[in-house]
């Protein structure tokens, strides 16, 4: 949603926290006070778009 808001709707980063202000849901750390930096933050994160990452990596080394 967030995302979508903020590509597709154009709405800025200000207006996403103050949506999010308006319906309150909580933050990560229980909160219901959405600032900017916490949109910017997630609108940062790949995850929260959608985009799978993995942290595993292939070192190329192991099994044979």
Same mark, same amino acid.
Do not use: C, H, Q
């Given at each position: ?6 590509t ?7 207006? +996403?926290?103050?949506? %999010? @202000?308006?319906? &309150? ?6 909160? !219901? $006070?959405?600032?900017?930096?916490? +949109?910017?933050?997630? %609108? @940062?994160?790949? &995850? ?6 993995? !942290? $595993? ?8």
């Open positions: 949603m967030i995302f979508d808001k903020y597709v709707e154009g709405l800025s980063i200000g207006a +996403v926290a103050r949506l %999010l @202000r308006e319906m &309150a849901p909580p933050t990560r750390k229980r909160v !219901t $006070r959405w600032e900017r930096s916490v +949109v910017w933050g997630m %609108l @940062r994160n790949p &995850a929260y778009k959608g985009t799978p990452t993995s !942290t $595993r990596r292939k070192s190329g080394r192991g099994k044979t």
